[in-house]
């Protein structure tokens, strides 16, 4: 029997999420954004939340799996508010 090993897209596939319309669990400031010299959320959001759109970052918070990594690395301030989402919403993770 063999294990089949699953990349970073078919894991992230495998999780489930629920999420809290209108009441986004962290809140990112375009402005500030804007004048952020390094926008590291591009690289180190595993799950791709931050997005170069139009040459402006844009943050979907559906699909955060709540690591917490936005916030601490965030050089620019532009995270302005991180929370994890209310009780019954958010990300439930699953093994394949
Ligand atoms: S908490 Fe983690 S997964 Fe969610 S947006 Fe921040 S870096 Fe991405
Ligand atoms: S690192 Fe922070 S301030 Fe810079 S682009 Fe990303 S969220 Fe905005």
């Known amino acids: 029997m063999s294990i089949k090993k699953l990349g970073p897209e078919e894991l992230l596939a495998l ?11 962290i809140l990112v400031d375009k402005a500030l954004c804007a004048t952020c010299a ?3 959320c591009l690289v180190v959001c595993p799950a791709r939340c931050y997005r170069l759109k139009d040459d402006q970052v844009n943050f979907e918070y559906a699909g955060c799996l709540e690591c917490g990594t936005c916030r601490v690395m965030c050089t620019g ?4 508010s991180w929370n ?11 093994c394949s």
């Open 38 to 40: 390094l926008q590291v």
């Open 77 to 80: 301030k532009g995270v302005t």
């Open 84 to 94: 994890y989402p209310r009780a019954t919403f958010g990300v439930s993770f699953r």
């Open 15 to 25: 999780d489930k999420f629920s999420v809290d319309e209108g009441h986004p669990h």
